[in-house]
Each structure stands twice: as structure tokens, then as C-alpha cells.
């Protein structure tokens, strides 16, 4: 029953584009419109991951912020020659998809591509935009043994955590 709703969705924003079309009124042309596809396919799986628990979070996640990415550059709201500084937003968008995979499954393993890819994207975006300069960088450079840090108190932490409620382990 709940499988008939993207299909019946997709069906009615098809033919109300095509009516629309062919009675002359001013519609985005599918060279705009053509984001559209993967971020339904994203919202579908997302939608399947909430209703079914079918694990599609993270291409659901990743399709549907790849094609509202696109959807800004479709629609004019960004260039495409833009894209020599905006390519950092893809890593993003993977660390994103891996944290909405992490936010179900509370798997911490997941937490390391996340923020690989988050770490990465920001980064670079921090550069391209010149948020992030060589002195930062030398800081950087110089505490990022903090993060092993953090990361071995919060296993620690949730080891601690999981001993109490099991104490077999």
C-alpha cells in the first residue's frame, strides 16, 4: 500500500508538467528540471529507509542533497563556473549521507568517514573561500592530536556506557 505513493506522486507531477506544457504556460524547461530525478529517487529511498527500516538512508540521503545541489545550478541561483570553489560541497554531501547513516544505525564506526568527508569538505571550502590561511593551518597542523584525543575519551565513554547495561562485556 505504501509502495503506490511515490509512483502515484510521480505520475501527477508528470502529467500536471505535461498539461502545463501543453496548454503554453511558462514552465522550467527539463534542462532545468532535471535534478528532479535524483532527488526523488532520494526522497523515495529515504522514505522506504523510514517507513520499511530497508537501510536506504544513505543513498537516500546522497541523492536527494546531490540533486538539490544540482537543482541550484539548474535554476540559476549558482554558475557553473562557480564550481572550481564549490567542489568541496561533494565531500560534504557524502559526510552528510554517512551521518544520516550513523543517526540510525548508531554504528560508531560510521563516524570516521563522516568525518573524513566532513573534515575534508570543510577544509577545502574554508580555502577557497580564504576562511582558512597558513597560520590556521599551522595551528592545525599542530593540534589535530586533539581529535584522537576526543575520539579515544568518547570510546571510552560509550565502552563505559555499554559495560554498565552489559556487564558481560
Known amino acids: 500500500m505504501k509502495r503506490s505513493i511515490f509512483p502515484g506522486l510521480l505520475f501527477i507531477l508528470l502529467g500536471g508538467y505535461l498539461l502545463a506544457v501543453n496548454?503554453?504556460?511558462?514552465v522550467p524547461n527539463m534542462e532545468q528540471l532535471w535534478p528532479i530525478f535524483p532527488t526523488i529517487l532520494g526522497l523515495f529511498l529515504?522514505?522506504?529507509?523510514?517507513t520499511n527500516a530497508r537501510g536506504a538512508i544513505f543513498p537516500g540521503a546522497?541523492?536527494?542533497l546531490v540533486g538539490t545541489f544540482?537543482?541550484?545550478?539548474?535554476?540559476?541561483?549558482?554558475s557553473w563556473s562557480e564550481m572550481a570553489i564549490l567542489w568541496p560541497v561533494f565531500p560534504l554531501i557524502l559526510g552528510a549521507s554517512f551521518l544520516a547513516l550513523y543517526l540510525v544505525?548508531?554504528?560508531?564506526?560510521?563516524?570516521?568517514?563522516?568525518?573524513i568527508f566532513l573534515g575534508?569538505?570543510?577544509v577545502f571550502m574554508g580555502i577557497n573561500y580564504g576562511i582558512l590561511n597558513e597560520t590556521v593551518f599551522t595551528y592545525a597542523i599542530k593540534l589535530w592530536p586533539v581529535a584522537l584525543i576526543i575520539l579515544g575519551v568518547t570510546i571510552l565513554v560509550g565502552?563505559?556506557?555499554?559495560a554498565t547495561t552489559n556487564p558481560e562485556s
Open 46 to 50: 529515504l522514505f522506504e529507509a523510514m
Open 159 to 162: 565502552h563505559r556506557a555499554k
Open 23 to 26: 496548454f503554453g504556460l511558462k
Open 70 to 78: 544540482f537543482f541550484a545550478f539548474s535554476m540559476g541561483y549558482l
Open 105 to 115: 544505525k548508531w554504528d560508531w564506526g560510521l563516524l570516521i568517514p563522516t568525518g
Open 62 to 64: 546522497l541523492f536527494t
Open 120 to 122: 575534508t569538505g570543510l
